[in-house]
């Protein structure tokens, strides 16, 4: 067998072997925390934890539409039921007010719970009263409801707990479930066991709600709604997985045409895919192998390797002509495709020491696979091209092309001129340059987002951006302390501060509260004679409150609730929202409704000690401005090695200057553009920036290296024109993805390869010959 076939079919094995080890490695995320910023601080520690561990991130958000209210509400009622003895979830809630559903194990606790003997005890003349009130109920309309209540509770404490935690901004409810103002959507929140960004489970618990919906629904016409983390998590994965598939596709039959067009023999086509496919296998496999998980975004984003991977087999087959063998026309270009793998490697080099875990995967993707890509152009391909010749220095057309760029003007004022109009735009322009919104890193389309707002609108979720904080050393500590909190919380509430408000202590009392409550309780014999001279003159048998007597001696001797205890009981999901236990401290949460005065909340928070006003939003913009500042740090010392490696490799300073202007002019150009039609920057427009100067290098470093021979002059360009069209398609395809992050990446680069590649011809060397006065 022939070398270059052994060659090929190990290649071929080796590359087969690699997507085994991906297939078995790859695990998918689409965890959004992995491109957010390691906190600093304790606020912003927070802040992430909310927005990844948090209950609030375990919750989904379901409505039932498309029928009457009668469907809606009997819908929502089976849906609750079918639901709650699912695996996949903790809670689920829909307004329903049935006691039953108050757990067993808590009825004791009721009098430690309830506040309703604090101000006055319980004693014969106050259960006298309650128990003539039972007499008129049992003879009401609600006999029903009550009847098996009384025997057990007959001062309906349940009752008032039940009230008492309602949320202060419940959901309208009709027929006994919750319902949107209009009676047009039945609503429901579901707290899920698994995380919020752990996708597939949350898949299972989606599919699991929708399954329980198709079977229970009681009309064909209802729709079901579902928003929150977990949603979004499951639709990005999709989505971004649907984008992957669709954009690798396309760009895989585009390349495939331009190089049929560029090349006019499918056997370069099939060889050039070679470099490409080694490149993703590779940059996977080290992603897979390093990290675990890879993200959706690194995933899509690896598609636009292609653009830059299929470069270097595109520089060797237009550089190939019968002159010379396939191993020396390589050996002759490895210095300059050498440098441009080294100079992107070094520019991706600054985020893989970011510290953000999503753009250390981007950096390893990108630095192993555009290494590979070079490697295997250099040592493998020219042994599999035997002597094939592209044909590129025999184009009439190229010819003609060669010579209108060496008559373009070059004038001396250009520099100057372009760099100061893009500094100018970038002062000067509309809207605010950086992105300091930490919900444009989240790549979800508007129209989620808005279903989410109006969901939680109208289920009466509290501000998620204001919130009060104390933080002590343990629950009992600030149990305590929120107590203490509460009358100066109801006294903003009246002075129209706020509208509402919530933190655990109103579900959970300090221990030392319950202790109080405890001891305020009769003991066995007192109970038993205040029972008896409470009873006297009312129609209730002998004997029928021994369960209700029961309850009052375990309450007297039942050790304290702790959270701990509230494990799978409905108490769970308030408390764990309001307390979190465990780390370096505790913390409790107060949240805010209706915050119209933030003034008077920062007063509030500097009158009492220990307590911090917290602005989630201006938290995450202050975490957003000291990411960007790190990464702009990060890159400006990539900057400097780059100048340093490039200097070193051309080593006379004008040389230097033609290859890093063009790169550096494009730089501030590109955000000057996207800044005027008031696009402002994000993380991914600098990720884009950093990809499209790695690609400008390798423009201007090709234009600089270009031998004077007229035949060589073309098919360095030939080479050039190609590479920067198929990158152009790859990444304008990019800027059609549905994905807001992938468009700002596809966007970015599209406007980078095309400032790049004029201005590094512009910039480049003049042929000997050429006149100067177009200087002038």
């Known amino acids: 067998m022939p070398p270059a076939r052994i060659l090929l079919a190990v290649w071929l094995l080796a590359l087969a072997l690699l997507a085994i080890f991906v297939s078995v490695r790859l695990q998918l995320s689409s965890d959004l925390r992995l491109f957010m910023p390691k906190p600093q601080n304790a606020e912003q520690r927070l802040l992430i934890d909310e927005i990844g561990e948090g209950p609030g991130a375990r919750l989904l958000l379901l409505a039932i539409e498309g029928g009457s209210p009668q469907a809606l509400a009997e819908t929502s009622q089976s849906l609750l039921e079918s639901l709650g003895a699912a695996p996949q979830f903790r809670q689920i809630s829909n307004g329903s007010s049935s006691l039953e559903a108050f757990p067993e194990a808590l009825l004791p606790y009721r009098y430690l719970l309830s506040p309703g003997f604090d101000s006055e005890p319980l004693d014969a003349g106050k259960l006298g009263t309650q128990l003539q009130q039972r007499v008129q109920d049992l003879n009401s309309p609600a006999a029903s409801l009550l009847k098996p209540w009384v025997r057990r509770d007959p001062t309906l404490e349940v009752m008032q707990l039940f009230e008492r935690w309602r949320p202060q901004n419940e959901p309208e ?83 495939m045409l331009l190089m049929l067009f560029a090349y006019r023999r499918a056997r370069f086509v099939l060889l050039g895919a070679l470099p490409m496919v080694s490149a993703g296998l590779a940059g996977l496999a080290a992603v897979s192998a390093l990290f675990g998980d890879v993200h959706g975004i690194t995933l899509a984003f690896g598609f636009t390797l292609i653009g830059v991977a299929q470069d270097y087999p595109m520089h060797l087959f237009s550089h190939q002509h019968r002159g010379i063998s396939p191993r020396e026309n390589a050996r002759a270009l490895w210095p300059t495709l050498a440098t441009g793998v080294a100079s992107t490697c070094i520019a991706y080099l600054a985020f893989l020491f970011s510290g953000v875990t999503g753009l250390a995967q981007l950096a390893c993707f990108s630095m192993v696979g555009v290494a590979v890509a070079g490697l295997c152009t250099r040592l493998l391909m020219p042994a599999l091209l035997g002597d094939l010749d592209a044909g590129a220095a025999d184009s009439p057309r190229l010819a003609r092309l060669l010579g209108l760029s060496d008559r373009l003007p070059r004038p001396r004022w250009l520099v100057p001129a372009l760099a100061l109009g893009a500094v100018m735009a970038l002062l000067l322009g509309r809207g605010p340059l950086f992105e300091n919104n930490l919900a444009a890193l989240t790549p979800l389309p508007a129209d989620l987002l808005q279903r989410d707002i109006e969901l939680r609108q ?124 465990g780390g370096d401290d505790a913390v409790a949460l107060v949240s805010l409704a209706g915050v119209h005065d933030t003034g008077a909340l920062s007063r509030f928070s500097a009158r009492h000690a220990g307590v911090q006003w917290l602005d989630l939003k201006q938290t995450s913009e202050q975490l957003v401005i000291e990411y960007r500042e790190r990464i702009l740090i990060s890159l400006l010392l990539a900057a400097v090695l780059l100048i340093a490696v490039i200097a070193g490799s051309l080593r006379a300073p004008a040389r230097v200057a033609r290859v890093l202007l063009p790169m550096a002019l494009s730089s501030l150009l590109v955000p000057a553009l996207l800044h005027l039609v008031g696009v402002p920057l994000s993380l991914f427009h600098l990720i884009a920036l950093v990809l499209a100067a790695g690609l400008g290098l390798d423009y201007a470093l090709f234009f600089e290296h270009a031998e004077s021979d007229p035949a060589a002059q073309r098919r360095t360009l030939h080479a050039l024109l190609v590479c920067a069209a198929s990158t152009l398609m790859v990444f304008a395809l990019l800027a059609s993805a549905s994905i807001p992050v992938l468009r700002a990446i596809g966007l970015t680069v599209s406007l980078g390869v095309v400032c790049n590649f004029v201005l590094a011809a512009m910039f480049a060397r003049r042929p000997s010959g050429v006149s100067d006065a177009a200087r002038s």
Do not use: C
Request: hydrophobic share 45%; aromatic share 4%.
């Open 173 to 255: 409810r009709a027929l006994d479930v919750w319902m949107s103002a209009d009676q047009t959507r039945a609503l429901l929140v579901v707290e899920t066991r698994a995380a919020g960004f752990d996708p597939h489970q949350q898949a299972e618990a989606i599919a699991a709600i929708e399954q329980a919906f198709a079977d229970t629904r009681s009309e064909p016409g209802l729709r079901l709604l579902i928003s929150g983390p977990g949603a979004f998590a499951n639709i990005m994965q999709q989505r971004t997985a649907g984008e992957a598939s669709r954009l690798g596709v396309m760009a895989s039959l585009g390349m």
């Open 458 to 581: 109208q289920l009466g979720a509290p501000d998620v951006r204001h919130m009060l904080v104390l933080r002590d050393h343990d629950e009992e500590a600030l149990l305590q302390r929120s107590e203490r909190l509460i009358p100066d919380l109801q006294a903003l509430v009246a002075a129209g501060t706020i509208s509402g408000f919530d933190l655990a202590a109103r579900y959970l009392p300090s221990v030392a509260t319950q202790r109080q409550r405890q001891s305020r309780l009769p003991d066995a014999l007192s109970a038993r004679l205040m029972l008896d001279q409470a009873t006297q003159g009312k129609p209730f048998r002998a004997g029928i409150f021994e369960p209700f007597l029961d309850d009052l001696e375990r309450a007297r001797s039942a050790d304290p609730l702790r959270v701990s205890d509230l494990r799978d009981t409905p108490l769970a999901l308030r408390v764990d929202s309001l307390l979190r236990l």
